[in-house]
């Protein structure tokens, strides 16, 4: 095939893309928008292979064959639960090949100086995203501590490393060589920059850095698109790098925090939120039942901690036997609960829930007053009325589900500690919030035979 | 290529994929985070060519990883996402039909 025609299905590709992206919008056609997408990645692939000067082939289908097994066995096998790491690896993976993708660039011997810039940025980009995203995985995975990590000189350190790393790539754009040392300093130093970027993000911000992750693995492929005169990496990569930006643009205004102030600063590393004292109401699973009972309209708002404890599907068995009781059943998701944009969203998912009793927090918070009885299943932050009422608290100004409006409220928590950031909440000691105390899986499960004796 | 050409065709991308991307329901934030994720995966394509084009070994090795990386990122991320996709249901659809 020519390359005008490997060109030619580059725009068949591009057009299905652009597609499947919008078709991914809308509950009803998302299946089909991505399977459109993906067939426009087939057709990419097997454009570029039709090429005849690849070659040779035993590297690229080994590679191909290795690559597919283990992404489709991970595909398949991994938890609703674990998600966000996954996510967070297939990002990683992405930035390490538009890394390398750059780096071998680097053998095309007539590039320019722009050439050169290029394939710095789909270095850098690239890196940072693989190492930032590998960080962000242990985090989540809590194979290290998902805490925020700030030191003292951390911006310093930061401002160090990004003077460095233009100083290396200036060097090397001036005398570009493929063994030139300004090569290695620019890749070491953009996967430290990586690790440094995701190091003072601690866990509850964690669903502003898997969208900037997803917006950077975008601009990797795009930079890297650039590096090898190809357009259709520049169309793609680009409108995933937007597709990033705006998850994260929403992540942020959720909690009403900047961009720069979630990247930069811990959190809850600055303020200390006004202690809270009072009286709990603890409250045991036959009277949980008796109130659910008569209530007329119920509304479930999980957090991470229903991911922990994986109560979804208890969730919905409870969810269902209300809703044949009588009862109006919603489950009210705010923006940022969980570790990734939507996560409560595909846990319920999972548990079978359908997506029409989902309702957003804008939608919920005008009624919230006329619901009786509120369930929350370890959420803490975004049901903390302190973020309305606290100045001197972290999260004051955060937009909340209002749940201490509701006639009724049930906590599910596991003991008294603190939430995630340490931040006190009132809400636990409101005249009407109930706790139930212990494994949310299980209080839940014993509420649920409750309703069936 | 020409890299203004270029510079523009980046342009009206990053446009075009705003205005597709802005008005996405929250339910689908996560569908669409790991679907877009899949599509950043078309840096495959340039690591075929990586791999392909280069006379030296190094830049073979590095594109032959490239490809693979960049399989785990496509396949993996098409797959989860259409696993997901799969769970969302509407009330009353349920084939099954029956609420236990």
């Known amino acids: ?453 | 290529m020409d890299a203004v050409f270029l510079a523009l065709i980046l342009m009206l991308s990053i446009f075009l994929g705003f205005e597709l991307i802005s008005k996405v329901p929250a339910t689908l934030h996560t569908p669409l985070m790991s679907g877009a994720n899949a599509i950043s995966g078309i840096t495959i394509v340039g690591a075929l060519i990586s791999a392909g084009s280069g006379t030296d070994l190094l830049a073979t090795i590095l594109g032959a990883a490239a490809v693979m990386f960049a399989t785990i990122n496509v396949v993996g991320g098409y797959m989860v996402t259409n696993r997901m996709l799969s769970m969302f249901k509407k009330k009353d659809v349920d084939p099954s039909g029956g609420k236990s």
Not at chain 1, 357 to 370: A, F, G, S, W, Y
Request: hydrophobic share 55%.
């Open chain 1, 1 to 453: 095939m020519s390359l005008e025609i490997i060109n030619l299905w580059y725009v068949v590709a591009a057009a299905l893309f652009i597609f499947g992206l919008k078709q991914l919008g809308s509950p009803a056609t998302a299946v089909r928008g991505n399977k459109l997408s993906s067939i426009a990645m087939l057709i990419a692939v097997v454009a570029t292979l039709f090429n005849k000067d690849i070659l040779p082939w035993e590297w690229i289908i080994g590679a191909i064959l290795v690559g597919s097994l283990v992404g489709a066995v991970t595909a398949q096998k991994v938890e609703m639960t674990s998600m966000p790491e996954m996510v967070a690896l297939f990002n990683g993976s992405g930035g390490i090949a538009s890394l390398m993708v750059g780096w071998a660039a680097l053998y095309n011997l007539d590039n320019t100086t722009f050439t050169h810039i290029t394939i710095l940025l789909s270095i850098l980009i690239g890196g940072m995203t693989f190492s930032g995203s590998i960080l962000a995985w242990g985090k989540l995975s809590e194979v290290i501590n998902s805490a925020a990590v700030v030191f003292g000189a951390q911006r310093f350190v930061n401002a160090m490393i990004l003077v460095a790393l233009v100083v290396c790539s200036v060097m090397f754009c001036l005398e570009p060589a493929i063994d030139s040392p300004y090569l290695y300093a620019v890749i070491t130093l953009a996967l430290v920059f990586g690790v440094m970027a995701v190091l003072p993000i601690g866990g509850a911000d964690m669903p502003v850095v898997i969208s900037l992750l997803n917006s950077y693995s975008g601009l990797a492929a795009c930079a890297a698109g650039f590096a090898i005169n190809n357009n259709i990496l520049i169309v793609a990569g680009s409108m995933v790098g937007a597709a990033g930006i705006i998850l994260t643009n929403i992540m942020c205004k959720a909690m009403n925090r900047s961009l720069g102030h979630v990247l930069f600063s811990g959190f809850g590393a600055v303020k200390e939120a006004t202690k809270v004292e009072g009286e709990v109401k603890p409250i045991n699973s036959e009277d949980a039942f008796l109130i659910l009972e008569a209530a007329q309209s119920v509304t479930f708002v999980p957090g991470y901690g229903m991911a922990v404890a994986q109560a979804q599907h208890v969730v919905r068995e409870l969810g269902e036997l209300l809703e044949k009781n009588g009862a109006e059943v919603t489950y009210a998701i705010h923006p940022v609960a969980g570790r990734m944009p939507g996560h409560m969203n595909v846990l319920l998912a999972e548990a079978n829930v359908p997506y029409d009793q989902l309702v957003e927090m804008e939608d919920i918070n005008p009624r919230i007053d006329k619901v009786d009885v509120a369930v929350v299943i370890g959420a803490n932050d975004v049901v903390n009325p302190a973020a309305r009422n606290d100045e001197n608290s972290p999260i004051y100004g955060m937009p909340i589900i209002n749940v201490d409006y509701a006639q009724t409220v049930f906590v599910l928590k596991r003991s008294m500690a603190s939430g995630f950031s340490g931040v006190d909440n009132p809400l636990f000691f409101g005249d009407n919030t109930r706790m139930l105390f212990g494994d949310a899986k299980q209080s839940l499960a014993a509420v649920v035979a409750e309703f069936k004796t």
